[in-house]
């Protein structure tokens, strides 16, 4: 099976910008999460999706925002972009059971200047 | 919040060595999962232990969890040049699959 994509793997914006990143989870998981990875913070949980709904969310502003469509695949967006939003943005898939391991795609490197 | 810690924040060895890695947690979780990151790319996952069990293996990698102390441990056997990475745990607590992630272990692996 293929793992998780992510797309692009890199992306440079200017501040005020927004961005919007994609992941395509593996062939019949249909739970997608996505996590926010600085050195300052570490690793953070921004939201989850699962069947299309956010069935959790972390502790981000609204300008950070994701969906979910039929297929699994996600997206989420992020809107008037500020340097500390600079950061490797993580998508992992995992199968609908909970408690299941969860598979991480390459991740999306984003700059913010 | 960060619900896991480990311990030490870097390790070095040399090759053919044993690494041996420790997560402490705050809250009851339903598993404990172990990760590897190589330069800031994406995590790998190395293996899971739910809180009804106390020991797991896969290869070379050896888990433990003691639900008691709220504390796991990743043993790596003979290890590699290439086992150089960051480790993370992570728990899931919950009826959803959130991750909540220590800040990690470098592991340097001298040849």
């Known amino acids: 099976k293929a793992g998780v994509t992510q797309t692009p793997r890199y992306l440079i914006k200017t501040r005020g910008q927004q961005v919007t990143l994609s992941c395509s989870p593996i062939?019949?998981?249909?739970?997608v999460s996505w996590y926010q990875q600085t050195p300052g913070q570490g690793l953070q949980f921004l939201f989850e999706?699962?069947?299309?709904?956010?069935?959790n969310k972390g502790n981000f502003p609204g300008r950070f925002s994701g969906r979910q469509f039929s297929n699994s695949r996600s997206e989420m967006n992020v809107s008037t972009l500020e340097l500390g939003d600079s950061a490797l943005y993580l998508c992992?898939?995992?199968?609908?059971?909970?408690?299941?391991?969860?598979?991480f795609g390459p991740g999306t490197r984003l700059t913010v200047l | 919040s960060q619900q896991g810690e480990e311990d030490p924040q870097a390790l070095s060895i040399q090759e053919g060595e044993n690494a041996t890695m420790n997560c402490s947690y705050k809250?009851?979780?339903?598993?404990l999962q172990w990760y590897r990151q190589n330069s800031g790319r994406g995590l790998v996952h190395l293996i899971l232990?739910?809180?009804?069990?106390r020991e797991k293996h896969s290869g070379r990698l050896r888990v433990t969890l003691d639900t008691s102390k709220k504390s796991s441990s990743l043993l790596i056997t003979a290890s590699r040049a290439a086992d150089t990475a960051s480790y993370f745990c992570?728990?899931?607590?919950?009826?959803?699959?959130?991750?909540?992630f220590g800040k990690g272990i470098t592991l340097s692996v001298r040849p």
């Open positions: 992992a898939s995992s199968l609908e059971v909970p408690y299941n391991e969860q598979f």
């Open positions: 232990i739910r809180s009804n069990e």
């Open positions: 992570a728990t899931a607590t919950g009826a959803n699959s959130k991750l909540t």
């Open positions: 999706y699962f069947s299309e709904t956010q069935r």
């Open positions: 062939s019949g998981h249909r739970s």
């Open positions: 809250t009851s979780i339903n598993n």
